[in-house]
């Protein structure tokens, strides 16, 4: 229970209001404002709702040998969870017989050299979105 002001948490006007500032993920929950006099007393709940903007930790370059399988993660933070897509060219990913997405991971199925590329990686929730680059070198096998 909150009963006074501390650094970031301020109680005004005979505890009218509770401001919280530098807010985080921690300060989400449930807060109970309660009045209480002579005549009674009574009680309100509040749930407060943090969201916080996706961000991607780290895009980078892959190699893979052609006809193995490659899988690029896309490691994401954010409150709600984003729902991450992957682009190539420009154009979104769709699971098929050779690309599969899985949450955060796309895998790629016998890696042709016309695969290639830039691949991006978008991570979306209510507060924002965030995108990252990863580049894929497929690698063709010696031959003689």
Known sequence: MIRETTPNVIIGEEGRYLQINNISLKDGGAYK????????????????????????????THQVVEGEEVQIVC?????????????????????????????EVLRILDARSSDSGLYVCVATNEAGTAQQAFTLEVLGNPRL
């Open 75 to 103: 490691n994401v933070n954010g409150e709600p969870p984003p729902v991450v897509t992957w682009q190539r060219n420009g154009m979104r990913v769709e699971t098929g017989i050779r690309y599969i997405t899985e949450d």
């Open 33 to 60: 404002c309660v009045a209480s006099n002579v005549a009674g007393k009574d009680e309100l709940l509040y749930t407060v709702a943090i969201v916080q903007a996706p961000t991607v930790l780290s895009g980078g």
